[in-house]
Each structure stands twice: as C-alpha cells, then as structure tokens.
C-alpha cells in the first residue's frame, strides 16, 4: 500500500499569513493527489485535485503543486475561515490513502 | 443538484449486525464509484473501500478487507456498508463519498456521514 505522510502535523498561524503543508508518497503516485479541508463536525470538502486542479468554487488563495512523490498544499493568506484540517489523498491505485491530517489553528 | 444521503446514527451492542446507507440522487448512479471513509472519533480519514454499483465490483483496504461488506443496490440508486458483528472498535463517523471522475480520482461530492456508536 501507499503511505501518505503529511508535514508537519499541526500548526499555527495568523491570520494573512501564508502557509504551507507537504505530502510526501512512499512511491510515486504521478499526479493523482487531492487535498481536503475539514472542519469539526463537518464531512471533509473537496480543495484541489490532480495536484494543482482547483475545484470548482475553491477561493484562489488555495494552490497545489507537485508530482511523483512531493506535493504542496499552499493558502496564500490565511483567513479566518481556513482554520481547520488539511488531508491530503492519493487516488493513483486502490487502497487509495489519506495522509494523517495537518492541523491549523490560531497563534 | 448532486447530492448523496446517509441514513441516520445508530447506536448497537457489540455482537450486534447493522447496515448503513448512502442514497445518490442527482447524476447517474451507475457512472460513479461509491467509497466509504472512516473516522474514529479525534483521528484521520481512513479509505476502507469503494464499489461500482454498475456491477458491484468492491474493492477493500487491507484493514477493512473481511471486516465490513459494501454493496449496492443500483435499483434505488443506494450504496450500503454493513457488518456481520460490531464491536466498540467500530464507533466511528462513516462518510459515502463520490469521485469528481467515475473511476480513481478525487472525492468531490460527500454524504454528510453516519455515526456509528457501539456500546454495552
């Protein structure tokens, strides 16, 4: 199986601040990895896909990048809204994998 | 509008059997994958398994594989995930999930997710 593993697993930050979380696959996963945002209580919603895609309806400030095994989450300037927790996913083979979460919260 | 609905909590005995449900409604069920997420309570996202209700093929992950089975019911546009014997290791949130593309690929349309409570 693939793993996924995200960096770093929590975080803080202000709001406009830029942040930035990895996913790094045990084997290369080509472009076939999205990420989610979930907040508490909440069904995970649908941010980016094939590495650098944007999903309809996803503000700007949410960019994706990479291939192979490294890839990139990055929100431009942080609003108060994008507090919560970022997963990353591989969909290049069954069993697709998440990676374990990155925790952003308020410094 | 695209949209898939669970069935309601549930709260069992360990021992006990239990099947839940995911209704899609608003695209052609059949075009679509249907995977099922798992997460404990405080942890992460866990893919257990999808099927394409076209012809029921099911794939599971290693961890799932023997423990739960998935079906569908492309009749009533339903996918369901059940167990045989809950145990309290099996209390968790159980989202249904949809592919943006029908086979591999990102999940863009969720169900709100059914939580599952297993109690003595």
């Known amino acids: 199986d693939i793993q996924m593993t995200q960096s770093p697993s929590s975080l803080s930050a202000s709001v406009g601040d830029r942040v930035t979380i990895t996913c790094r696959a045990s084997?290369?996963?080509?472009?076939?990895l999205n990420w989610y945002q979930q907040k508490p209580g909440k069904a995970p919603k649908f941010l980016i896909y094939?590495?650098?895609s944007l999903q309809s309806g996803v503000p700007s400030r949410f960019s994706g990048s990479g291939s192979g095994t490294d890839f990139t989450l990055t929100i431009s300037s942080l609003q108060p809204e994008d507090f919560a927790t970022y997963y990353c996913h591989q969909s290049y083979m069954a069993p697709q994998t998440f990676g374990q979460g990155t925790k952003v919260d308020v410094k | 509008e695209v949209q898939l609905v669970q069935s309601g909590a549930e709260v069992k005995k360990p021992g006990e059997s239990l099947r839940i449900s995911c209704k899609g409604s608003?695209?052609?069920?059949?075009?679509?994958?249907i995977t099922w997420v798992r997460q404990m309570p405080g942890k992460g996202l866990e893919w257990m398994g999808r099927?394409?209700?076209?012809?029921?093929?099911?794939k599971y992950g290693p961890s799932f594989q023997g423990h739960v089975t998935i079906s569908a019911d492309k009749s009533i546009n339903t996918a369901y995930l059940q167990w045989s014997s809950l145990t309290a290791s099996d209390s968790a949130m159980y989202y249904c999930?949809?592919?943006?593309?029908?086979?591999?690929?990102?999940?863009?349309?969720w169900g709100q997710g059914t939580t599952v409570i297993v109690s003595s």
């Open positions: 094939d590495a650098s």
């Open positions: 999930a949809r592919p943006t593309r029908g086979g591999d690929s990102g999940m863009d349309v």
């Open positions: 084997q290369s996963i080509s472009r076939n």
């Open positions: 099927i394409d209700p076209s012809d029921s093929y099911t």
């Open positions: 608003g695209y052609s069920f059949t075009s679509y994958w």
